[in-house]
């Protein structure tokens, strides 16, 4: 008997293991960057960077950045050093076990496929670290690659190269970076000596992720990554190193009319940090050695799950909503030697603890009409445990302190309401209200750290901080043109700051010994920071040759201390600028040749918490050709910095200023299929 053939099977589109965007993210100031802005970027933070109020703790970028420097915070309210912002790349958290922290080289920009910007605190799905908001990252999908390959100045040398295999229901994507650098020295001029020296950089990378589509809705996908880094501090004799991998599991089931859909996902990182400091010669011709942290192993790990439900009819409607709940665990400890004296290292430090946060959350959106209404309400319980710190004598082995901390647990209630109107053809108003918390990291909790002549001391009391802010905002999208404006005020209570106990020469409990021109400072909860602040965007789009752009961020941040730190009361938060402002313009102006332009501008900023350093405003530009050879091989050529502005980053207590990276000429290939 003939039967018949079997029919072909559908072509399977094989994707990463993720839920689509949330219909309620419309109603929340949401900026999105694309494949472009992402692969014209050396690295991810400066591809951030092109969103005014968007950067590190201090004005510079990976390239130079300490590790500890490394967290990125949204809208100028009070950068920090572990950061204010949640960082995800397919729902997993890039933020460091140990730091808070994101060490950007492990994430090379062609490696993504886009990634959203949420300001506002997080809330929701988000829940611990979304302070300020989140950048939530998309990792690469469907078949095809890229490739950069550059050199440049201060011999810089960069390679990154993503791809993507596929064949019937597996798919594979595989990522690598490798940057170095001879680096600049950021101290110039008369103030320079011996002591100063480039802040060369070696970075490597590399990811891989398995997709497998189980079935046409159910996907899962196994992803591995590791990065290393080490990189100098600009003074003889101190530098830094951050090593790390992660692995994740995700299982996923896309929802659909008539059934719910769900993401369950595991995930792990191991991170390490070491860091030599030391303290710089008056004259700063020699510097002696004052601290080698030689490792910080940190562990973190977690879990989380939800499930969503879309296009139910309700109210004469259409609802959505998400049930979740998360978990994420870290452990870790800073290993430290310090108290040079008579040429040796005479003390050892051991100091570290646990921590963990556990919530669940719900979500859901309504959409009638020209409204969409969306909120969600979340519970988290966090603790502090196991915290010690542990000091001995190397000669003798005596311990000279040995404190162990108290546990410490809680529970923080956050929640975001959002309401979003169509006016007109275009036209959308929008206002929202949230909450949020971040809990100190055990970086802040135990690991007291020095920079030059400045020392900076942990504090295991520390409780989270907490967010609560309102805004509203009208959008405009026309056939070439879009604008947005978003007014905003923002409170942290409880907020985590660097507080200036007291200046050297001179002998402190549990600090030591601070030479002159330094400060000693301990992180504490120092009262509140109230921020008010607007933001604006335009985009402009001339035919298929010219795309125009330009965003403006107006930030007025001030701290009280209340009783706890009343010496900073009607005082600005260190690092965080009132005025930042960028503009950028794309023009083809063949169909072989392309220029881009960006220039960005800040105001003056404070490098500390009492406002006596002040680093002075600046305005840089970069410019960019590019030369398509053929399809999907392009020559193109750069100047970061094109009028080598002197842009200040740092300053000592003596008034000594280190400056950002100088004008800087690279060349590359980049190929893509």
């Given at each position: 008997m003939l039967q018949d053939a079997a029919a072909p099977l559908p072509d399977v589109v094989v994707t990463a293991a993720r839920l689509p965007p949330a219909a309620g993210e419309a109603a929340f100031s949401v900026i999105r960057l694309d494949p472009d802005r992402l692969d014209r970027a050396t690295r991810l933070d400066e591809a951030l960077a092109t969103i005014p109020a968007v950067s590190l703790f201090r004005r510079t970028s990976s390239l130079a950045a300490n590790p500890t420097t490394q967290g990125i915070s949204l809208r100028a309210i009070a950068p920090s050093g572990a950061g204010r912002t949640l960082v995800t790349l397919d729902g997993v958290p890039l933020n460091d076990p140990f730091g808070g922290w994101v060490i950007w080289s492990q994430v090379a920009p062609e490696s993504?496929?886009?990634?959203?910007?949420?300001?506002?605190?997080?809330?929701?799905?988000?829940?611990?670290?979304?302070?300020?908001?989140?950048?939530?990252?998309?990792?690469?999908?469907?078949?095809?690659?890229?490739?950069?390959?550059?050199?440049?100045?201060?011999?810089?040398?960069?390679?990154a190269a993503a791809t993507t295999l596929s064949t019937g229901r597996l798919a594979l994507t595989g990522t690598v970076q490798r940057e170095q650098s001879d680096g600049y020295i950021p101290v110039r001029g008369a103030r320079a000596g011996a002591a100063d020296v480039p802040l060369d950089l070696a970075t490597l990378s590399g990811a891989i992720r398995a997709d497998v589509a189980l079935t046409d809705a159910t996907a899962l996908s196994l992803r591995a990554s590791a990065y290393e880094e080490d990189r100098g501090a600009g003074l003889l004799g101190a530098r830094s190193s951050a090593t790390g991998q992660s692995y994740s599991a995700t299982l996923s089931h896309t929802p659909s009319a008539d059934r719910p859909g769900w993401r369950a996902q595991v995930w792990r990182r191991e991170s390490d940090f070491a860091n030599t400091s030391v303290a710089v010669a008056a004259d700063r011709a020699t510097t002696t050695p004052a601290n080698n942290q030689f490792a910080t192993p940190a562990e973190g790990w977690g879990a989380n799950l939800a499930v969503r439900r879309t296009a139910v009819s309700f109210g004469g409607g259409s609802l959505e909503w998400e049930l979740g709940t998360d978990a994420r665990f870290t452990e870790g400890e800073t290993r430290e030697r310090f108290r040079f004296m008579a040429g040796a290292f005479t003390r050892d430090r051991v100091a570290g603890g646990r921590t963990s946060v556990i919530g669940?959350?719900?979500?859901?959106?309504?959409?009638?009409?020209?409204?969409?209404?969306a909120g969600g309400l979340r519970i988290?319980?966090?603790?502090?445990?196991?915290?010690?710190?542990?000091?001995?004598?190397?000669?003798t082995g005596l311990a000279t302190l040995d404190e162990t901390d108290?546990?410490?647990?809680?529970?923080v209630l956050s929640a975001r309401l959002a309401v979003r109107r169509a006016l007109a053809p275009g036209l959308a108003a929008r206002a929202a209200a949230y909450s949020g918390f971040r809990p100190a990291t055990l970086n802040e909790l135990h690991r007291s750290f020095r920079v030059g002549n400045d020392l900076t001391e942990a504090n295991a009391a520390l409780v989270p901080e907490t967010l609560q802010g309102v805004e509203t905002g009208l959008a405009w999208q026309g056939s070439a043109t879009t604008l947005t404006g978003t007014v905003f005020w923002n409170r942290i209570e409880d907020a985590i700051v660097n507080v200036t106990?007291?200046?050297?020469?001179g002998t402190f409990p549990r600090a030591g010994f601070v030479p002159a021109g330094g400060v000693l400072r301990q992180r504490q909860n120092a009262g509140t920071i109230d921020a008010t602040g607007l933001e604006l965007t335009a985009g402009h789009r001339l035919g298929e040759t010219l795309a125009l752009d330009a965003a403006l961020s107006v930030t007025d941040a001030e701290v009280d201390g209340g009783t706890a730190a009343p010496q900073l009361t009607g005082l600005r938060p260190a690092q965080a600028p009132v005025w930042s402002a960028s503009a950028g313009a794309d023009w083809r102006a063949t169909?072989?040749?392309?220029?881009?332009?960006?220039?960005?501008?800040?105001?003056?900023?404070?490098?500390?918490?009492l406002n006596s350093r002040v680093l002075d405003g600046a305005i840089t530009a970069d410019a960019r050709a590019e030369w398509t050879v053929r399809d999907g091989v392009t020559l193109y050529a750069a100047a970061d910095n094109l009028f080598d502005a002197g842009v200040a980053v740092a300053e000592s207590g003596d008034g000594v200023e280190g400056y950002g990276p100088p004008r800087t000429l690279r060349a590359g290939l980049s190929l893509s299929w």
């Open positions: 993504l496929s886009g990634l959203d910007i949420v300001r506002g605190a997080g809330a929701g799905p988000y829940g611990a670290g979304a302070l300020t908001g989140v950048i939530a990252l998309r990792e690469r999908d469907g078949v095809g690659g890229s490739l950069d390959l550059s050199s440049g100045e201060y011999g810089g040398r960069r390679l669940a959350y719900g979500e859901g959106s309504w959409t009638t009409g020209p409204w969409l209404v988290d319980g966090w603790s502090n445990a196991d915290g010690r710190r542990l000091e001995r004598d190397r000669a108290p546990d410490r647990s809680g529970e106990l007291g200046t050297g020469p169909d072989r040749l392309s220029l881009i332009v960006r220039a960005r501008y800040e105001s003056r900023r404070f490098e500390d918490d």
